[in-house]
Structures are given as structure tokens and as C-alpha cells.
């Protein structure tokens, strides 16, 4: 059974760029007709679809984040990641990675993970 | 982006009574592959979300035939036959036939 866990750092300051890694484990990467996912939610808040990768290493990314989100995958390690650059307060959320079949939506979550933008 | 817009936005609902959510989209969610991506996703508070129902109607492994999915288009229903204590939470509906892929803004279930 897949499992994804995200890590990194759950305080960055305003300006600098937020990095999470998402670990999986039972399956891998790089094979299966799957695209790998980041979902945010801001507390209190709705879901906002970040940006996706598919096993080939093809990405697609929210035009409302174009420009400052980079997401990539490490085989070697059977991770995937997020970078999001010029970050303020309001990238402030719950950063969710996820395993996305396509057009169903994300079917394997992880955890979550906290990330406070602030001074 | 395609709008999702679900109703009610807070649903108290009394134990073993039915209850419904409905999710409207801007846009046609059909697909050029003639499938049609909405789906369910239930979030219980300090959880991840989880995906409950796929493709309309498509219940996911381990989700109790009391949940069922219709609709079609651009409108769509949850239905809970009968609820329970665990129902309680916060639901979305999700398109995945756009990109971007979007949610609706969420309907707390809460019990009365």
C-alpha cells in the first residue's frame, strides 16, 4: 500500500523560498500511469491544487502560482518535491502531497504538513 | 478556472436521517475522452482530505454503500442514505476534467 509522507522546514521567512519533500513508500515513482501531486489549504480554509508530475517528469502547475512554483522528482530516493519561491504570508497553509490518477483526483494522501510564512 | 459552487455550506443533519450536498460547476465537466471528472472528497478536522467517490458516481474501496454520487453536466449530488457520527466533517467536490483543478469551497456536516 502506498504510503507519502512530507517533510521540511514549517517556518520560512517572507521573500525566501519554501521547500517540502514527499516520500513515498510501497510503490514507486517512476512507474504507474500516475501523476504526483501538492495541495494546499490555508487553516480554516479550501483546497487549492498546486501543481502536479508525472512519472515521465512532465509538469503542470496553477497559473495563479506560474512563475514561483517548481516541482520535480528524485528516483533515486523515490521523492518528489515543491519549491515555491517570493513566498509571504499568504502561502501560509497545510501543504498536502498527494498521488493523482488524473481526472479522479487524488486517492493516496499524506499527512500534511504546516508551513507558516512569517518574520 | 472553473468555478465550483456547493450548497449548502453548513448541513446539520440528525443521526440515521438522509442527508444531500450539491456542486455546481461553472463548466461542463465533461471530458473530451466522454468521461465526466467529479469527485468527493471528505475531511475530518485534523485529517487529510479523503476521496470518497470518483467519476460521479464510483465509490472508492472501503466507503460505505450509505454515500452515493449522481449527477451529470455541470450539476452534481452527494447523498448520504442514513448518517452517521462519523459522517461529520467537512466535504468538498473536486473537478478533474479543467486544469487547473479546483474545489468547491466545502460543506460542513455537523450533527444536530
Known amino acids: 500500500q502506498v504510503q507519502l509522507q512530507e517533510s521540511g522546514p514549517g517556518l520560512v521567512k517572507p521573500s525566501q523560498t519554501l521547500s517540502l519533500t514527499c516520500s513515498v513508500s510501497?510503490?514507486?515513482?517512476?512507474?504507474?500511469?500516475?501523476?504526483w501531486i501538492w495541495i494546499r489549504q490555508p487553516a480554516g480554509k479550501g483546497l487549492e491544487y498546486i501543481g502536479r508530475?508525472?512519472?515521465?517528469?512532465?509538469?503542470n502547475y496553477n497559473p495563479s502560482l506560474q512563475g514561483r512554483v517548481t516541482i520535480s522528482l528524485d528516483t533515486s530516493k523515490n521523492q518528489f518535491s515543491l519549491k515555491l519561491s517570493s513566498v509571504t504570508a499568504a502561502d501560509t497553509a497545510v501543504y498536502y502531497c498527494?498521488?493523482?490518477?488524473?481526472?479522479?483526483?487524488?486517492?493516496?494522501w499524506g499527512q500534511g504538513t504546516l508551513v507558516t510564512v512569517s518574520s | 478556472d472553473v468555478v465550483m459552487t456547493q450548497s449548502p455550506l453548513s448541513l446539520p443533519v440528525t443521526l440515521g436521517q438522509p442527508a444531500a450536498i450539491s456542486c455546481r460547476s461553472s463548466q461542463s465537466l465533461v471530458s473530451g475522452d466522454g468521461n465526466t471528472y467529479l469527485n468527493w472528497f471528505h475531511q475530518r478536522p485534523g485529517h487529510s482530505p479523503r476521496r470518497l467517490i470518483y467519476?460521479?458516481?464510483n465509490r472508492d474501496s472501503g466507503v460505505p454503500d450509505r454515500f452515493s454520487g449522481s449527477g451529470s453536466g455541470s450539476d452534481f449530488t452527494l447523498k448520504i442514505s442514513r448518517v452517521e457520527a462519523d459522517d461529520v466533517g467537512i466535504y468538498y467536490c473536486?473537478?478533474?476534467?479543467?486544469?487547473?483543478?479546483?474545489f468547491g469551497q466545502g460543506t460542513r456536516v455537523e450533527i444536530k
Open positions: 473536486m473537478q478533474g476534467t479543467h486544469w487547473p483543478r479546483t
Open positions: 508530475i508525472y512519472s515521465s517528469g512532465t509538469t
Open positions: 510501497g510503490g514507486s515513482i517512476s512507474s504507474g500511469s500516475y501523476f
Open positions: 498527494a498521488r493523482d490518477p488524473g481526472g479522479s483526483g487524488p486517492g493516496v
Open positions: 467519476k460521479v458516481s
